[in-house]
């Protein structure tokens, strides 16, 4: 199944697996936490590495399930999506978003 046919919760899903998977010192922290417990640290974890690479959580979801090319043109795709939802004009939705087209 490629990138573009999972749903997005099992895009999610997929890339918190190899989150975890790329961060071991995080697996090893919160082993013995309940099973919901796991999962809420993992998700905040994730958040944070979103933001401390300068990403959305989404686009980190997207970096962890898609090849580089797939990444940079869903990311944009979607930015563009979102720019045309909120009417607001490309040029100044990068400028406000701090995207390098």
């Not at 890339?15 to 697996?27: G, I, M």
Request: hydrophobic fraction near 35%; proline fraction near 4%; include cysteine.
């Amino acid at each position: 199944m490629t990138p573009t046919e999972m749903t997005q919760d099992a895009r999610h899903e997929e890339a918190l697996k190899k989150y975890v998977e790329d961060t071991p010192q995080l697996k090893e922290e919160i082993k013995d936490l309940s099973a919901d417990d796991q999962r809420d640290q993992i998700q905040w974890a994730f958040e944070d590495e979103a933001e401390s690479q300068g990403f959305q959580p989404w686009e980190l979801t997207l970096k962890y399930t898609s090849t580089p090319e797939e990444f940079e043109a869903a990311r944009l795709a979607l930015h563009k999506e979102a720019a045309e939802v909120l009417g607001v004009e490309w040029d100044e939705y990068c400028e406000m978003n701090n995207l390098v087209v």
